[in-house]
């Protein structure tokens, strides 16, 4: 019988390995794979996607609470992929495609969010964020931040404009953090709040 448990493992599965194929190819449109693009945060939270989904799916039916935090690292960090992307980098930087320009570039900017987006609001238990949960989900945008603003100098790579202290200056660099950031937390509350009000929802149906 095919249960909507069923539906999720096959989806939970499939939208793993579309990303997967995505991420691969966006990895190797110079003809080759090149793995510094490992270097970019959309690079690795999409592979956070894949490795979030598979391990949901491997501890699919175990009490376990780091399927939540699983949940809501990957929830934030693909968030934070999409909206950068789509309404930082596109409108000010010539060399940033729109979503529509080809398949990799699709998968990785929008369809990838929007398939953790739909996990989530569709098929996932309501009730478990706490915010504990908001720090876990905060924990590898931070640390991708630190690393790439303190060594960027020394290995002449800066991922993005809003990173790179010796083209805006230090004070910008850490304006563009906040900014970031708040809306880090602002989404990682939004979620708590809305996961505490769709399980009070439930429960009273």
Known sequence: MFTKQNLHKLFLLVSALVVLHGTILIMSLGGYFDVLAFRAFTTLSNYLV???????????????????YINVAILVSISITGLVYNF???????????????????VTHFLSMVLVLFNYFYFEKKGGFTFKHVLA??????????????????????????????????A??????????????????????????????????
């Open 50 to 68: 894949v490795v979030g989904f598979l391990a949901m799916l491997i501890l699919y039916n175990k009490e376990s609470k780091l399927r939540s």
């Open 88 to 106: 930082i980098l596109v409108p000010t930087i010539p060399e940033a495609y729109p979503i529509l320009s080809d398949w990799s570039n699709f």
């Open 137 to 170: 989900g905060m924990v590898f945008p931070i640390v991708y931040w630190l690393v790439f603003v303190s060594i960027g100098e020394m290995i002449d790579f800066f991922p993005y404009f809003f990173m790179n202290p010796v083209e805006i200056g230090w």
């Open 172 to 205: 910008m660099t850490f304006v563009w953090f906040a900014i970031i950031l708040v809306a880090v937390i602002l989404l990682g509350f939004l979620l708590v709040w809305f996961d505490k009000m769709r399980a009070r929802k439930n429960s009273q149906l």
